[in-house]
């Protein structure tokens, strides 16, 4: 199997944290987002959306969107919950986070750490947004200890991408101490500590 | 089982389809968005994020998210194939939409239809990245009759529901034949036409 990424990108990482978790083999392979290594006839014949990452496997079929491969990696194995309705609840966050926080705490960061933008120089809507979304996790974080249940799953995978990192996006996680502990144990049952 | 919901929302259609089509009973209780209907205290105790669909069973657990809650409900259903990869593509297309199309298709004809803007008035970057999630519908679908298999399946769903109401965002479907050919026989599929 072959994970076209980008180490930089939260999405990707989602990827090689669950197949590492999970001990899947792969190999990586570098794509450059920013020199339209992303948006080639080769790679837009793998995913037509021009995004990374993307999936090859060994029979040539192909696999995008980050939260769609993590979910078909885990299939079967302790990250996704067997019980339907809890399963449900992951993909609810699964949903939530590509909608209502990948576009805001994701993009703030890639516009300081990919273009160079400063804290100041940042989309003042997705800043806001970006900070309602922090503040969403923070109040249920405040009473659970992981996101769909009480074990780690897919959802807490999903949610650390670009929470963890979300200071380089100039949000500060120090107004929201519930997720900062819930960062720790997710890195620490997720084997991604120290 | 409860809908609450807002039947000029795409999102919220969804749910009803898929209920329709696999004859599940429920009762739809309307909430206007526009009147703080979604963000009482009540409704924030069912869905932290303030967004409708959400789908509460009569143990009184809720749900949220639309694509979550169609998974949820079809399960077992032939809309979800039963093999896990073209699973995995269907949700290839299900995170595909929330995250490339919904929020500009969904967005402009929101701006039009909900705030009462022109045609012109609507955000040109929304109009464009519309633009390009319906041409890349449209270069999919000349080569495929839905989304994610041969049979109609949740990506079919799930795109349907702000596709085929584009126009009243301004998006003229005349130039995406192979959209419009879709949209009927995904419409007869689901036992949505005429």
């Known amino acids: 199997m072959q ?3 980008d180490t930089k990108s939260g999405n990707c990482l989602k990827v090689k944290w ?3 978790h999970l001990a899947l083999p792969y190999d990586w392979i570098a794509v450059d987002i920013m020199t339209g290594e992303s948006r080639t006839p080769a790679f837009l014949a793998m995913n037509g959306a021009g995004q990374v990452p993307v999936v090859r496997f060994d029979d040539g079929r192909t696999l995008a969107q980050s939260n769609a491969i993590i ?3 885990a299939r079967g194995s302790a990250l996704i919950p067997s019980d339907p309705f809890d399963a449900a609840k992951m993909d609810e966050w699964l949903f939530w986070e590509q ?3 990948e576009p805001y705490v994701a993009v703030c960061r890639f516009q300081m750490v990919y273009l160079g933008r400063s804290r100041d ?3 003042p809507d997705k800043v806001r947004r970006g900070e309602a979304a922090l503040a969403r ?3 249920h974080l405040q009473k659970h200890r992981f996101l769909a249940t009480d074990a780690v799953s897919l959802a807490d ?3 650390l991408a670009y929470t963890r990192v979300a200071h380089e996006g100039g949000f500060d996680l120090a107004a929201y101490p519930a997720v900062q ?3 720790r144990e997710a890195e620490q049952a997720l084997g991604l500590a120290g």
Chains 1, 2 share one sequence.
């Open 3 to 5: 994970i076209y990424g």
């Open 99 to 101: 909608y209502s926080h």
């Open 181 to 183: 502990r819930w960062i």
């Open 18 to 20: 669950v197949c590492d």
């Open 121 to 123: 120089e940042r989309d």
């Open 71 to 73: 979910r078909y990696l």
């Open 157 to 159: 995978v999903a949610l």
């Open 137 to 139: 996790m923070e109040e």
